[in-house]
């Protein structure tokens, strides 16, 4: 979907959007066609669903602040790059000094929020456009405008529930008051559950990236596990299985090379395949890599001493997902002994003279992986282990492990059990935007970060703040979360 030319501009893409666009926009159609045109055009349908997924590539979605509050938060990771650098507000999220006028908060909001409003947009005339792929396209706007749900509750908790192009006072006073998370849980599920009947199994690899039924099953039980659905979860990661679509890789650390993209244990991932003019995810691989005397990247989201010491003897993960100043990387790359950091994220990194690079460093060919089989897995692992399955539990587990190089789980109660998934959960997916709301939604976040001296404060922390931008322009409607 990336090569398709994003032409059609809404106005309705955030709650700072709908307020100040005010009644002028109540009417407005798309600025650079009319919709009649998109009706009537043989690509009408294509071109409304690539406006949703262009929103993958957007700095503000997927780059720079996303790993701000996903990762850098974390233990996981530390702001990186020099001292000096704050990276505008990485320090404060890396100390846990934030206030709810950090940029990282208001930009994660509004690209949200700008996806939900295009998919609902795509969702209001797809109906109308004759085209043998109209379900699969309205699947697909469901599936992304859960995605893009699903970023907010767990970061923000309730947010405006937006299921209609707004066009009344009415529709904006929706906008700028915030539902319970319960409710916006219940709508991404709703959209899911739609999804899952209507996507491809598959799809062809010229239409790599787009996604399929197992990226919809896999989303919900994703999404069950923050909701502590555990048969729910279960049922949905056991579809996933029995679809015979998706296996692991072999070779762990291949996962995270081009020539692992789109492999068998990929379920959904962003494609940024290079092309001429490129299109990456916006500043994804230069924000993380080394900064130093050869001038990388800016050196940002480094691993912690913690997060090495997390991986036991023969893990082959580790060297998959950590780089070391003064190593030789696969590619034959030597990372300065001078970086400035003693530790980056080997994931998010691109070889210059391996891959398919062409020079841009700020829209990479570097795919995100969002969905893979490994998570299936442990998602398995967890909802059988909740519902006293322990050996259905240990079996996926297992499978994990040994695929890492590591002998069998020795976790037996469920107890055990439970820490062993979580621990396991941590190394396999270390990177992947998920460590900082595992360890809110597993109910350890306080006790985990202030062993690391973040001044982690229970019922204030466990959300981020809404932004302030969107309190002031809502008038107040929009409630501040507690402590904030």
């Not at 991932?269 to 800016?298: C, H, M, S």
């Not at 519902?387 to 492990?401: E, F, K, T, Y």
Request: glycine content about 8%; some cysteine; aromatic content about 10%.
């Amino acid at each position: 979907m990336k090569s398709i030319n994003n032409k059609i501009i809404f106005c309705l893409l955030a709650t700072a959007s709908f307020l100040s666009c005010g009644k002028k926009f109540l009417n407005e159609p798309p600025r650079t066609v009319t919709i009649q045109d998109l009706l009537n055009s043989s690509d009408g349908a294509l071109r409304l669903i690539a406006a949703v997924y262009n929103k993958l590539y957007a700095w503000e979605e997927h780059s720079f602040s996303w790993i701000g509050i996903s990762s850098i938060t974390s233990d996981d990771a530390d702001k990186g790059s020099d001292p000096g650098d704050s990276g505008t507000d990485k320090n404060d999220l890396d100390n846990w000094t934030f206030t709810p006028s950090a940029i990282s908060f208001s930009e994660v909001w509004i690209s949200n929020f700008e996806g939900i409003g295009r998919a609902t947009y795509a969702l209001k005339f797809l109906p109308d456009i004759n085209t043998p792929d109209r379900d699969r396209f309205i699947g697909e706007a469901k599936l992304l405008r859960a995605y893009f749900y699903f970023n907010l509750v767990r970061t923000f908790g309730g947010v405006p529930k937006i299921d209609n192009v707004l066009q009344s006072e009415v529709d904006i006073e929706t906008a700028s008051t915030r539902a319970s998370a319960a409710d916006i849980y219940a709508y991404i599920e709703s959209d899911l559950n739609d999804a899952i009947t209507k996507l491809p199994v598959n799809v062809a690899a010229a239409e790599n990236g787009r996604v399929t039924r197992g990226a919809a099953q896999a989303l919900l039980a994703k999404v069950s596990l923050y909701q502590k659905k555990w048969a729910q979860a279960k049922a949905m990661a056991d579809a996933v299985i029995a679809s015979g679509q998706y296996s692991l890789l072999t070779d762990y650390s291949k996962i995270w090379r081009e020539a692992g993209e789109f492999s068998s244990e990929s379920i959904w991932e962003v494609n940024a395949i290079g092309t001429t003019p490129n299109k990456g995810i916006e500043g994804y691989f230069v924000v993380q890599a080394p900064r130093g005397d050869n001038g990388l990247g800016w050196g940002f989201n480094t691993p912690t001493q913690d997060l090495v010491n997390a991986y036991e003897p023969g893990d082959v993960r580790k060297a998959a997902t950590i780089m070391f100043a003064g190593q030789t990387l696969w590619d034959g790359f030597v990372v300065s002994p001078l970086a400035t950091n003693p530790r980056y994220n080997y994931k998010s990194y691109v070889s210059k003279t391996k891959e398919s690079f062409n020079g841009d460093d700020w829209n990479s060919n570097k795919n995100l992986r969002i969905l893979r089989y490994g998570e299936v897995l442990l998602i398995k692992a967890e909802a059988e282990n909740e519902l006293g399955n322990i050996g259905p539990a240990q079996s996926a587990l297992n499978q994990i492990r040994n695929r890492a190089g590591l002998p069998n789980t020795t976790a037996a109660t469920q107890t055990d059990l439970r820490n062993a998934i979580y621990k396991e959960r941590r190394v396999e997916m270390a990177f992947e935007h998920d460590r900082m709301f595992d360890l809110r939604r597993t109910g350890r976040a306080g006790v985990v970060l202030r062993a690391h001296g973040k001044p982690y404060v229970d019922g204030k922390h466990d959300l981020f703040p809404i932004p302030q931008h969107e309190i002031d322009l809502s008038n107040g409607k929009l409630m501040q979360n507690p402590g904030y």
